[in-house]
């Protein structure tokens, strides 16, 4: 059973381009949330999705960011015009339905804007 | 959200137990102290979680004070592998915050 799976794990842009961060969550798992990761800082909350709805987005700047996890595919975690201020770790990860199920992380996604 | 507090930073020689603290007086009759671990460049990993009563698991043991105002996790016997970011995270929804850890250094 394979893991949480992020790709690219590294990601170069410049400023003003977008960046697509993917995330498969577990087999089974049908919650999945998005983590930004600032260097030498803990993790931040951006938001949580399930399939086809956003549950929870209180951590998502409120311009250029969003996500969607669709019916079929992975979770897409989109930056538009990126700015240098957005270089960070992003991480995903993905539960079972309800209740305080353990959260699975991926590897995470490096993103460096130049 | 229930506010945490954790050292900084904490040291331990190998194989000697560990004892890592978090202050969480704010939290909540609802929520559970869930503890994850960062091992440098990786994403977070589950280590144990706890409501009232003390628990046991492979990795780690988590005890829970009466007042559920702080809690202790527990490595009975470090590695070196066991070195990496501590979180503390008081949780009941599905948005977990994290704090900034402590930091634990296993030296040989």
């Known amino acids: 059973n394979a893991g949480v799976m992020q790709n690219p794990r590294h990601l170069v842009r410049r400023r003003g381009q977008e960046a697509r961060l993917r995330c498969s969550p577990m087999?089974?798992?049908?919650?999945v949330y998005w983590y930004r990761q600032l260097p030498e800082e803990g993790l931040k909350f951006m938001v949580y999705?399930?399939?086809?709805?956003?549950?929870?987005e209180s951590g998502m700047p409120k311009e250029r960011f969003s996500a969607e996890f669709p019916k079929e595919g992975p979770s897409i975690l989109r930056i538009q015009q990126v700015v240098r201020g957005d270089s960070a770790a992003y991480f995903c990860?993905?539960?079972?339905?309800?209740?305080?199920?353990?959260?699975?992380f991926g590897p995470g996604t490096r993103l460096t804007v130049l | 959200d229930a506010k945490t507090t954790q050292p900084n930073s904490m040291e331990s020689n190998e194989e000697e137990p560990v004892h890592l603290p978090c202050n969480h007086s704010?939290?909540?009759?609802?929520?559970?102290i869930h503890w994850y671990r960062q091992l440098p460049s990786q994403g977070p990993e589950y280590v144990i979680h706890?409501?009232?009563s003390n628990v046991n698991n492979r990795m780690a043991s988590l005890a829970i004070a009466e007042d559920r105002k702080s809690s202790t996790l527990i490595l009975h016997r470090a590695t070196l592998r066991d070195a990496a970011v501590y979180y503390c995270?008081?949780?009941?929804?599905?948005?977990?915050?994290f704090g900034a850890g402590t930091r634990l250094t296993v030296k040989p």
């Open positions: 087999k089974g798992h049908s919650h």
């Open positions: 704010t939290i909540s009759g609802t929520d559970y």
């Open positions: 995270i008081p949780y009941n929804n599905n948005d977990m915050r």
């Open positions: 990860a993905s539960s079972q339905p309800a209740g305080l199920n353990e959260q699975f």
């Open positions: 999705l399930q399939k086809e709805n956003i549950i929870d």
């Open positions: 706890g409501l009232t």
